[in-house]
């Protein structure tokens, strides 16, 4: 199972399983402990320049369409990869700073992922 949620809530270590933000930048403001995360592969994150481009009036689709290509560079597909057998040996939650994780790059990644919870 795949879960989306803002690293600025609290954990819940009942439902959360292996914690793992995907933004490219620590979040502000959040320590470590507060955050609970446990892997960090900041290759599946979004460009900077795709992510500015994006906040500055680009497509969803189109958004879509450049980081699934961003994702296929060597170094994001393995970190992909490491995602997907953590998401098969159990819970995996996928934590970014954005307001709305359903609408992010998070919510591309749970879908190539597999299945969200």
Request: hydrophobic share 45%.
């Amino acid at each position: 199972m795949i879960r989306l949620r803002r690293v600025y809530d609290p954990p819940e270590p009942g439902a959360d399983g292996v914690r793992v933000l995907v933004d490219r930048l620590w979040p502000r403001g959040l320590s470590k402990e507060a955050a609970a995360v446990e892997e960090w592969p900041k290759a599946v994150a979004p460009s900077t320049e795709l992510r500015k481009w994006f906040h500055g009036g680009g497509s969803a689709a189109e958004f879509r369409e450049r980081y699934e290509a961003e994702l296929a560079d060597p170094e994001a597909a393995a970190e992909l990869a490491r995602l997907r057998e953590l998401a098969g040996a159990g819970p995996v939650t996928l934590l970014t700073a954005v307001k709305d994780p359903a609408s992010s790059h998070a919510a591309v990644l749970a879908e190539l992922l597999g299945a969200r919870g």
